[in-house]
């Protein structure tokens, strides 16, 4: 027997936990877990929104099943097509294969490509509606939040958003699946590290997507991944809103790439300065020891960035320079930036990052520091100079 769980009248949460998978899409790190959400509507006629990833499936038939008994179901809701929530297609086809396949024009090419599907598709536009009974689904086209296909579900009888990724996040759902059984700031965290990493390329189709969203009377956020939203679904609305603005706090996060110590130690010395100076939320990330995905998350959150690396075959040491080029793909705007680094015999760490400076056009706060060999008097000087002037320009950004 399966945990049974509805959301609201006759809507029920079918999703699965993953803890076995290591690596999301085979990149970023998931320790602790991911939840893919699937939902199911038990009316007159039947309607599940989304499936599963393919390692999950027979759990998730099994749960369809003991809702639904002999039942048919007679609608497949398609909003997104990326594997994590269309792996258990195929399978659900065979077990439901009168079943109609509900997406719009973007989505069927993607059915056709990945698995071969070439039947009982139902067409729907922006706009369009299907009745259950009691139920009435509203679909929503929201084009690259993130890929081609996506679009949204919303429920006009329950005000429930079927929002497919967004607001949805990293973490398994472990007991808790509503906003006000969990802690807030893990999630919060989780869901942030998915968005900034995974849909944050697309922020303008995000902020397009919120405004043909606003007019709607939103009660409940059922996303694909994470918790879902039923007491508060605005926090996480206006957390979107800020995070695809590019708003952020008042803080700084240093990331460096050190091979015997000497980056480091300056990194350790700025943000020694900084915190002197009053900034309370300081980071500081060793880019070799912790996942590109975790740095690119708090970098969303933080207004300041400073960019540390030593020297490596004349160019910026190879985990600064995964960071670097996973900040310039991400089209995040509207930080400070600071550089430091080191060199021995030829320099190429502390030009590598100017040379990211000037391309991605953030505002850059002090001069550039380099050590030779390692950092003396000098640099720890200029190291405080550039902490100083850091903590004014937040403060004086934070008070306006
Ligand atoms: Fe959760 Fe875009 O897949």
């Known amino acids: 027997m399966n945990c049974r769980l509805t959301i609201k009248d006759k809507i029920h949460w079918i999703g699965v936990n993953d803890r076995e998978t290591t690596l999301f899409e085979n990149y970023w790190p998931i320790d602790k877990g991911v939840a893919y959400n699937s939902y199911l509507i038990n009316d007159d006629k039947i309607a599940i929104l989304d499936t599963v990833k393919f390692n999950k499936t027979t759990e998730y038939l099994e749960k369809i099943k003991e809702i639904i008994g002999d039942k048919e179901v007679d609608y497949l809701i398609v909003n997104h097509m990326e594997p994590d929530h269309s792996g258990s297609m195929l399978a659900l086809i065979g077990a439901y294969p009168n079943m109609q396949i509900v997406g719009n024009k973007k989505t069927f090419p993607f059915i056709e490509g990945f698995y071969g599907i070439t039947k009982n598709f139902f067409e729907v536009g922006d706009g369009d509606m299907i009745d259950l009974g009691k139920h009435k689904l509203r679909f929503y086209l929201t084009p690259m939040v993130h890929w081609p296909e996506t679009m949204m579900t919303y429920d006009e009888t329950s005000n429930v958003l079927f929002s497919m990724d967004a607001f949805g996040g990293f973490g398994s759902l472990d007991g808790g699946v509503f906003d006000d059984e969990i802690n807030f700031e893990f999630y919060e965290d989780e869901t942030r590290r998915y968005y900034s ?150 320099g190429g760490g502390v030009s590598g990052i100017e040379t990211f400076v000037e391309e991605i056009g953030w505002e850059k706060i002090g001069d550039s520091i380099e050590a030779t060999y390692s950092p003396k008097d000098t640099e720890f000087m200029a190291l405080t100079q550039l902490g100083k002037q850091i903590a004014a320009k937040l403060d004086e950004t934070f008070s306006k």
């Not at 002197?276 to 690119?296: C, M, P, Q, W």
Request: charged share 20%.
């Open 197 to 346: 990493n995974i849909v944050a390329k697309y922020s303008p189709m995000v902020q397009r997507a919120l405004k043909k969203l606003s007019g709607l009377d939103i009660k409940m956020i059922a996303p694909t991944h994470g918790p879902v939203w039923r007491t508060d679904p605005g926090k996480i609305v206006s957390l979107y809103d800020k995070w695809s603005r590019f708003e952020a706090d008042h803080g700084v996060v240093i990331v460096y790439g050190s091979m015997y110590g000497n980056t480091a130690k300056m990194a350790d010395y700025l943000a020694r300065i900084i915190a002197e100076n009053g900034v309370k939320n300081v980071k500081v990330f060793d880019a070799s020891k912790t996942h590109n995905s975790y740095i690119l998350s708090e970098i969303w959150k933080y207004k300041a960035v400073v960019i540390g690396s030593c020297a490596y075959n004349t160019k910026v040491f190879s985990s600064v320079e995964t960071v670097l080029a996973k900040l310039s793909n991400s089209g995040l705007k509207d930080r400070y930036i600071s550089v430091f680094g080191n060199k021995s015999w030829s």
